[in-house]
């Protein structure tokens, strides 16, 4: 039972370079996110897909994509980093809704992203 | 929009002390109400949650009650262990409206032994 999987764990990139964080669940969850943690503001939502084919934005999505490819996957994609996009992007899923009750969100172990 | 405030870090204790990390939230309609823990080096896994009012949230020790009168989820634990440090997010999500879990800043917290 994997649970949440992210793709890469460490990234270095250079200003300008783009690439895209993979996430998959196996747990068939309706909703999945993508958050950044940062020192001192916690984790803020960047991306989140409450069903397949349909994304939503969060708090910051500035300078980002998503993509829902399939009910297990949701990729998030920087098209040209930025030194401010320094951050660890943590994936997550849950089943949610509102005709279904609460379970818990999943969290993947996170990617730790440094853009030089 | 919905928020979360919890109280500022670090918070150092002794092992066996008591421990309380303060967490009020705005929402517009009726939440759950949820604590995570991160460990170092991982992503966040659930520690308690509580779905409606007056509800009590418990797990490995920890507590948190569901005020919706003073619209507080605030996380206690009797005695802390040196294994409990970690970093703790409030958090809110109101699944009738919308599907997006709302964190708070987090709180670390440092056991001594």
């Known amino acids: 039972n994997a649970g949440v999987t992210q793709t890469p764990k460490f990234q270095v990139l250079k200003t300008g370079q783009s690439m895209t964080l993979q996430c998959a669940q196996d747990m068939n969850h309706n909703s999945m996110y993508w958050y950044r943690q940062d020192p001192g503001m916690g984790l803020r939502l960047i991306y989140y897909?409450?069903?397949?084919?349909?994304?939503d934005k969060g708090e910051v999505p500035n300078g980002y994509n998503v993509s829902r490819l399939n009910k297990r996957e949701f990729s998030l994609r920087l098209e040209s980093a930025a030194p401010s996009q320094t951050s660890v992007y943590f994936c997550?899923?849950?089943?949610?809704?509102?005709?279904?009750?609460?379970?818990?969100?999943?969290f993947g172990q996170g990617t730790r992203l440094t853009v030089v | 929009g919905d928020s979360v405030t919890q109280m500022e870090g670090p918070v150092t204790l002794s092992e066996e002390a008591f421990l309380t990390i303060n967490c009020t939230y705005t929402a517009t309609g009726y939440p759950s109400l949820f604590w995570y823990v991160q460990y170092p080096g991982e992503g966040l896994q659930l520690l308690l949650k509580a779905t409606k009012a007056d509800d009590k949230g418990s797990n490995k020790g920890f507590e948190a009650t569901y005020r919706k009168e003073t619209t507080s989820f605030h996380l206690e634990k009797g005695s802390v262990q040196v294994s409990d440090s970690a970093v703790y997010f409030c958090a809110l999500s109101d699944q009738g409206r919308d599907d997006k879990i709302i964190f708070g800043k987090g709180t670390r917290l440092h056991i001594l032994p």
């Open positions: 997550a899923s849950w089943e949610g809704g509102g005709l279904v009750g609460y379970t818990e969100a999943f």
């Open positions: 897909s409450a069903s397949e084919g349909t994304t």
